[in-house]
């Protein structure tokens, strides 16, 4: 694998480490919205990081056509997760 690729793996290990933990997190304590707006927020969150790890794999299938477009679009759902989640690597 390329340095990008493992960059990008690595950085997608993290966000599901650190998703898992705002899951748990969001099921034990006892937060100032609803039941039913916690479940929403981590439904989006676990969307935005399954279409970035979606299109990981799909990066790492391609050949060379459409690459450049599969790392555009990665990088855009990689932040759009951060941003969500509140993490800056």
Same mark, same amino acid.
């Given at each position: 694998?390329?340095?990008?690729?493992?960059?990008?793996?690595?950085?997608?290990?993290?966000? *599901?480490?650190? +998703?898992?933990? =705002?899951?748990? #997190?969001?099921?034990?304590?006892?937060?100032? &919205?609803?039941? $039913?707006?916690? *479940?929403?927020? +981590?439904?989006? =969150?676990?969307? #935005?990081?399954?279409?970035?790890?979606?299109? &990981?794999?799909? $990066?790492?299938?391609?050949?060379?056509?459409?690459?450049?477009?599969?790392?555009?679009?990665?990088?855009?759902?990689?932040?759009?997760?951060?941003?969500?989640?509140?993490?800056?690597?």
């Amino acid at each position: 694998m390329d340095p990008y690729m493992k960059k990008t793996a690595a950085l997608l290990r993290q966000g *599901r480490v650190r +998703l898992d933990s =705002l899951s748990v #997190r969001m099921h034990t304590e006892a937060l100032a &919205f609803s039941a $039913l707006a916690r *479940r929403r927020k +981590l439904m989006n =969150l676990e969307a #935005r990081y399954a279409e970035a790890s979606r299109l &990981f794999e799909m $990066l790492r299938a391609a050949g060379t056509e459409g690459v450049a477009d599969l790392k555009v679009g990665l990088e855009k759902a990689l932040d759009m997760f951060q941003s969500e989640i509140g993490w800056k690597p």
